[in-house]
């Protein structure tokens, strides 16, 4: 399985990576070889076989809806990389 | 006699009697840190004003008689990816690398409540992606057994740490593999429990189906005493289970006489497998053989499958957790870009290294539209069939042995520009984290180049009792585990 430059640069956006040049050749290369390797799943009879999601028992469990303490707003934005008052602060969105 | 010589448990006892004090104790940790981890490089971190303080409160509380339990005063390390309040948590990334948690993870919580010492953050693969701990974004650990060699990942740092005496003892990681392999390559002892035995929460999440904080250790008792102040059940994982953790020690020393062993003819048939390894490995079987054990032949017909599973399964799972980090509410932000979608870009791409960026690729592609079914899906109903051949082995043998890694250490620098060659690392140890079951590797042997050898012991869920007993069996038979890296002798 090949994929395209058009491919990577499709999934690089899905996944908000700008890669260079340079890392969407190699992509291009390491992730066809890497999605060769796993094609050998296809020669599995899978037909009457249910997913497995999790290893986990199937039972999600439930809590009471408690009142507990939650951080300050000042711990919260502790490791904000840019913050205006009680806000997390970003490239503006709306012209 | 140096204090790091002793096991967790022995340097407990001495505590105890007011032999040796915690201060001590870790006083010698970080005299060997000094002197040795330039070379090693297994700490991203190390804490000397907090363990002390630590160190000093366990020495006061033993002097009021409040002694927390066996484990009070022990130091030990963590892999840097455990939530630790106040102090960095980088999951060896440099998008995390000013990142300063605002809480202990549960883990983290119930160490300092055992009373532990926390000596400092250990170093790893980037987000647990790797099997050499070269994928780390600050520097490769080194083998202590021989610095050209890596010593495995993604717990690489936690395991060189404690090979080489620097700590006592560390909690790992495992998502594929990351603290059996580190331990098989560095001679300690490694156990990744049943999936949900152990919290996850304040954990950086890698693979959040296969994800397993496990202890790191010189010995099986001391793995049984680690394991058992983790396991316990926390409500802020929902995963984590709400069953009461056995009493680890109860049945530690009752030995194998009687126990079915399984051999799994697809783990000794891979081509690969190093031959010193399989002797190794051999040897070993028969030695629990003569212990009592009967070996019985088993099939796990999909082994051969487990490899293309893991690669789907886990880069997707990675791809959605990995997606918090777009720069706006911890970690790095890049300059670049004008617009915030822009940001995440280029955030992403300055903060992740490339094998994080080739899994989150992977990851998202096997996730998008038109492709969930080919992939996603089939490595899925895969794991299923995975799953299912352990049930039927073990309807039969009360565990399975096979080796940890399928070779010894490796040349640093030997595989890390070829993803698959690196991927096979972790052939033996994945199967394991697909199926939920507890895995433990125990030192076995070592090369005629004085490189240690792996036993990995897997068992049914929620039976590490047992997985601990039959290593303990074997360990108490020969001394692997005591020897010391010739780096240690200095």
Redesign the interface.
């Known amino acids: 399985m090949s994929l395209t430059l058009e491919e990577v640069r499709h999934v690089a956006g899905l996944a908000r990576l700008s890669l260079s040049a340079e890392e969407e050749t190699l992509m291009r290369t390491q992730l066809s070889a890497i999605l060769d390797a796993v094609d050998e799943l296809s020669r599995v009879d899978t037909s009457a076989v249910e997913p497995t999601s999790h290893a986990a028992g199937d039972v999600s469990p439930w809590r009471t809806d408690d009142v507990r303490p939650s951080f300050p707003p000042e711990k919260a934005l502790g490791n904000a990389p840019a913050k205006v008052g009680t806000s997390f602060a970003v490239p503006r969105i709306i012209e | 006699m140096e204090p790091t010589e002793l096991s967790m448990l022995e340097l407990g006892k001495k505590l105890a009697s007011g032999e040796l004090s915690s201060v001590e104790a870790v006083r010698a940790c970080l005299a060997r840190v000094d002197r040795l981890d330039g070379e090693v490089k297994a700490f991203l971190r190390v804490d000397r004003e907090g363990a002390l303080a630590q160190a000093e409160a366990s020495d006061r509380r033993r002097k009021d008689g409040k002694r927390a339990g066996l484990l009070d005063g022990v130091p030990v390390g963590l892999k840097d990816l455990f939530l630790t309040e106040g102090l960095p948590t980088t999951a060896g990334s440099k998008i995390l690398e000013?990142?300063?948690a605002?809480?202990d993870g549960t883990v983290v919580k119930l160490l300092r409540a055992a009373g532990t010492p926390i000596l400092g953050k250990l170093n790893m693969d980037e987000f647990a992606m790797g099997s050499s701990t070269e994928n780390s974004a600050f520097f490769p650990t080194r083998n202590p057994w021989n610095l050209a060699t890596s010593p495995g990942g993604s717990s690489g740092g936690s395991a060189a740490a404690v090979a080489s005496r620097m700590a006592f003892g560390a909690l790992g990681t495992d998502t594929g593999g990351s603290i059996r392999q580190p331990a098989a390559l560095t001679g300690i002892v490694g156990l990744k429990p049943t999936?949900?035995r152990v919290s996850r929460f304040g954990v950086v999440a890698f693979a959040s189906?296969?994800d397993q904080v496990g202890p790191m250790t010189r010995d099986v008792p001391d793995c049984a005493a680690l394991l058992q102040t983790i396991a316990v059940h926390d409500?802020c994982d929902?995963?984590s289970?709400?069953a009461k953790a056995p009493d680890y020690f109860a049945e530690l020393e009752a030995g194998v006489k009687g126990m079915k062993l399984g051999l799994p003819r697809e783990y000794f048939e891979l081509p690969g497998m190093d031959p010193e390894v399989r002797a190794a490995v051999e040897g070993a079987t028969r030695a629990l053989q003569k212990l009592g054990a009967e070996l019985v032949p088993v099939s796990l017909p999909?082994t051969?499958?487990a490899?293309?599973?893991y690669?789907?399964i886990a880069p997707a799972e990675a791809?959605s957790n990995l997606?918090r980090y777009?720069?706006?509410?911890?970690?790095?932000?890049s300059g670049?870009?004008?617009?915030?979608?822009?940001?995440?870009?280029?955030t992403?791409?300055e903060g992740?290294g490339?094998e994080v960026?080739?899994r989150?690729?992977?990851g998202?592609?096997a996730l998008?539209a038109g492709y969930y079914d080919?992939?996603y899906?089939?490595?899925?109903?895969?794991?299923?069939?995975i799953?299912k051949d352990f049930e039927d082995a073990f309807r039969t043998v009360d565990a399975v042995l096979s080796p940890t890694s399928p070779t010894p250490a490796f040349r640093i620098g030997e595989k890390v520009s070829d993803?698959?060659a690196m991927y096979l690392n972790d052939v033996f140890t994945l199967p394991c984290?697909?199926?939920?079951?507890p895995g433990m590797s125990v030192p076995c042997g070592f090369t005629r180049a004085n490189l240690p050898i792996g036993l990995q012991i897997l068992g049914r869920?929620w039976d590490e009792a047992r997985v601990l007993r039959i290593g303990r069996a074997f360990e108490r038979e020969h001394d692997f585990h005591r020897r010391t890296p010739p780096l240690g002798a200095a």
């Open positions: 000013s990142f300063i605002p809480y999936y949900g189906s296969l409500p929902s995963t289970a709400p999909h051969r499958f490899l293309a599973t690669y789907l791809s997606a777009d720069g706006v509410r911890y970690g790095l932000r670049e870009g004008k617009n915030l979608l822009a940001m995440y870009g280029h992403r791409d992740f490339l960026k080739r989150v690729m992977l998202t592609y998008s080919a992939y899906l089939k490595a899925q109903k895969v794991r299923t069939l799953k993803p698959l984290n697909l199926a939920g079951l869920p």
